[in-house]
């Protein structure tokens, strides 16, 4: 599998990219939100070798795992800067994400997970994914904003490094995605929204208000606030950006 974006090429995990995860990975800013379940804090200097060896690779071999590398197109080396994880399993979500401090906020992530999405539909059958971050997770979580998630849940968690307390749990189905991705490319889409549908203001969970402010209420765009409430309208999707 190999898969190349505008400006990423994507690929599957392999050994050699051993010494890229230990230096990329094992940052606090990193790992704070990610499940102290699947991670060893400290980190070993060792970590990203036995990730690899014992964890990665076997599970990409079962087949129920795919452990993709993001590297830059410009990047004659191919050093892997971050990892999307889509997994089969819907117990801690069926994709995990990380991207290197140095590369955020670039669109990156947007760009690998949009391709991502296509392949984990279109080509590994998946019908929805489940995905989760720690609801404090403010760049996650604008991140599956952004990408046509709909928030469904926000339950009580204690598993991230950090103690955030909460979690929220979004869902995407394959439908809902190429009705996005239709949108995104100017293709009529297939069915009409349902007039059963009607946009709700979204109230969000009690504990991001007094984090986040209302800043964060404004992010949210109205179109995305629609979608989130519009479950049974596949239709209805936020607009593509
Ligand atoms: C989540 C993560 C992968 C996002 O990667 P990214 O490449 O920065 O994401 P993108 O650049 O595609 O940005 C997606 C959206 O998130 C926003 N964003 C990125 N970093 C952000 C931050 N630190 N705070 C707030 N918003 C942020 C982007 O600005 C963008 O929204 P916008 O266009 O409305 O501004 C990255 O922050 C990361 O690796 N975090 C540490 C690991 C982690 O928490 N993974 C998620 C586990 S669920």
Redo the contacts with the bound molecule.
């Keep these: 599998m190999k898969i190349t974006t505008a400006r990423l090429l994507l690929r599957p995990l392999c050994m050699q990219d051993a010494p890229a995860i230990q230096k990329y990975f094992p940052h606090w ?3 704070r ?2 499940s102290a379940k699947a991670i060893t804090w400290p980190y070993p200097p060792d970590g990203a070798q036995k990730f690899l060896r014992n964890i990665a690779l076997p599970a990409m071999k079962r087949g129920e795992d795919w452990y993709v590398g993001i590297t830059r197109k410009d990047d004659p080396a191919g050093e892997v800067i ?1 990892v999307v994880h889509l997994r089969r399993d819907t117990a801690s979500g069926n994709r ?4 290197a401090a140095d ?9 690998a997970v949009t391709a991502l999405n296509d392949y984990a539909f279109d080509v590994l059958g998946f019908d929805k994914l489940i995905i ?3 609801a404090e ?4 979580r ?2 599956k904003q ?1 990408t046509a998630a709909r928030h469904i849940a926000t339950v009580p968690a204690s598993h991230y490094l950090d103690g955030c307390p909460a979690q929220d749990i979004w869902e995407l189905t394959a439908t809902e995605w190429r009705s996005f991705r239709a949108l995104a490319a100017g293709r009529p889409l297939q069915a009409a929204p349902s007039p059963l549908c009607r946009p709700q203001p979204v109230p969000l969970p009690l504990w991001s208000r007094a984090s986040l402010g209302d800043a964060f209420a404004g ?1 949210l765009s109205a179109s995305a606030q629609m979608a989130a409430r519009c479950a049974p309208c596949p239709a209805f999707m936020p607009r593509p ?1």
């Excluded at 995990?96 to 991207?99: A, V």
């Excluded at 997770?137 to 996650?140: K, P, V």
């Design positions: 800013e990193i790992v939100q990610l971050g995990g994400i990380w991207l590369f955020q906020g670039k669109g990156y992530m947007q760009e989760k971050n720690a997770n403010t760049a996650s604008k991140l952004k992010a950006v």
